[in-house]
């Protein structure tokens, strides 16, 4: 049973790129979280997202961070215009169901932006 | 907003010496976890505490809820090099199914001199 998959392991991005990050969650697992980690700091919770639903984005940036978890395919994080600021690492989680339910963390994308 | 305070953010401890990690939140709980997460790794859970009071042991690891469920703690008897990494409280103060994103302590390093 594969664990929590998340795709490019390191991204690295020119100021002003977008960036694209990817997360497969466990098979049978339908909620997905969004984090993101700076160096030597704890997990900052971004986003939580449901099949084709948001649930909680009080994390997320107003401009520039969106989030989807279409019917088919992965979650996405996507990041517009990057800036020197947004490099860090991006975990992502999922769970059976909502938050009473222990979360199962993908080996994370760390981004970069030079 | 919701906040969760961990402290010490460094203990450095000899190979074989006992190690406590404290977890504070300023709003009561619904429950709490306890995630570790190795250098260069990511978070992996350990436990979750629901109840008030409540203490589970794992081998030489003792985690307790207190009884107002707003603080917690993470106790590790004789450690060993394995046990290097920081170790995460995060809190979840959803009630009834409210939607929240679990908001993690920023982590205690726990540093292992042989």
């Known amino acids: 049973n594969a664990g929590v998959m998340q795709n490019p392991r390191h991204l690295v991005r020119r100021r002003g790129q977008e960036a694209r990050l990817r997360c497969s969650p466990m098979?049978?697992?339908?909620?997905v979280y969004w984090y993101r980690q700076l160096p030597e700091e704890g997990l900052k919770f971004m986003v939580y997202l449901q099949k084709e639903n948001i649930i909680d984005e009080s994390g997320m940036p107003k401009e520039r961070f969106s989030a989807e978890f279409p019917k088919e395919g992965p979650s996405i994080l996507r990041i517009q215009q990057v800036v020197r600021g947004d490099s860090a690492a991006y975990f992502c989680?999922?769970?059976?169901?909502?938050?009473?339910?222990?979360?199962?963390f993908g080996p994370g994308t760390r981004l970069t932006v030079t | 907003g919701q906040q969760v305070m961990q402290i010490p953010q460094y203990q450095h401890v000899q190979e074989g010496e006992d190690f406590t990690t404290y977890c504070n939140s300023s709003?009561?709980?619904?429950?709490i976890q306890w995630y570790k997460q190795r250098p260069g790794g990511h978070p992996v859970f350990l436990i979750q505490l629901v109840k008030s009071g409540e203490v589970k042991k794992q081998k030489r690891l003792t985690f307790q809820f207190g009884e107002a469920k707003k603080n917690s703690s993470l106790h590790i008897t004789a450690t060993q090099t394995t046990d290097v990494g920081t170790y995460f409280c995060a809190g979840d103060a959803t009630w009834g199914g409210g939607a929240d994103g679990l908001t993690f302590g920023k982590g205690t390093h726990l540093i292992i001199q042989p």
């Open positions: 709003t009561t709980l619904s429950n």
């Open positions: 098979k049978g697992h339908s909620h």
């Open positions: 989680a999922s769970s059976p169901q909502g938050q009473v339910y222990e979360q199962y």
